[in-house]
């Protein structure tokens, strides 16, 4: 499968972007997904998690309540919507997929290159 991210850009403090990650080459609720940032300086962090058994989904602390992970097998397409955004969140954002039934971190099968999603204060 490749995956292709669209949907970053600027955004204020406070405001709101939906990410999407288009898929091609195979079926995406075939394998589980998820969603991962790389600030400047830092380490890429898993944001959210979705498995492909059950649908459960994990989310890292920090943004627990305002991001949200979802699936259109329909379109094979995933999304992040990504709420009451702050400068912490400005990153490049990635999205990835695993054959395997949960998320496997920074082991995940296949990647997007990412797109960058700015907050301004």
């Known amino acids: 499968v490749q995956l292709v991210e669209s949907g970053g850009g600027l955004v204020q403090r406070g405001g709101s972007l939906t990410l999407s990650c288009a898929a091609s080459?195979?079926?995406?609720?075939?394998?589980?997904i998820g969603w991962f940032r790389q600030a400047p300086g830092k380490e890429r962090e898993e944001i959210t998690c979705m498995s492909r058994m059950d649908g459960s989904t994990y989310y890292r602390d920090s943004v627990k309540g305002r991001f949200t992970i979802s699936r259109d097998n329909t379109n094979n397409t995933m999304f992040l919507q990504m709420n009451s955004l702050n400068p912490e969140d400005t990153a490049i954002y990635y999205c990835?997929?695993?054959?395997?039934?949960?998320?496997?971190?920074?082991?995940?099968?296949?990647w997007g290159k990412g797109i960058l999603v700015a907050v301004s204060s």
């Open positions: 080459g195979d079926r995406i609720d075939d394998y589980a």
């Open positions: 990835a997929a695993d054959k395997g039934y949960y998320c496997a971190g920074p082991r995940m099968d296949v």
